[in-house]
């Protein structure tokens, strides 16, 4: 029979913590790019035998630990290298593109969709 703290833990599992996590995995992968995106899903896996031993109940696999610190390198040394050219870029005012989705207005085509690229001229300012 499940114990009250049990109940407790899991209700605040369910109403809290999962639809949370949930919105941050819808959100995330529209602000990053794809291969960003698999990276930090790789994340979940090497982090999970982690915690599991920082709780006690098992010990990971020597193999596992030399796995999650070469994902945990590439994806810190991948951000670093992002962040520094991004910051090279916004100091050097260079443009950026965005691509904008816009329905057409004309009357003879209401469903159809045109894309059109979006210049934007970067101040340096963030």
Known sequence: MITFPELALLMFNGM???PVSFALLTIGPSLISAPEVSLF????TVLGPFL???GGFE??????????????SALAVHS????????????QGSVIVEDKLELADDDESHNS??????????????
């Open 113 to 126: 969709i045109a894309c059109s690229p979006m210049w934007i001229q970067s101040e340096g300012v963030i």
């Open 16 to 18: 809290f913590i999962l």
């Open 80 to 91: 670093f290298i992002a962040l520094r050219e991004e910051q090279q870029k916004l100091s």
């Open 59 to 72: 010990a990971p696999p020597i193999s596992a630990i030399f796995g999650g610190v070469i994902l945990i």
């Open 52 to 54: 599991v031993w920082m």
């Open 41 to 44: 899903s790789l994340i979940e």
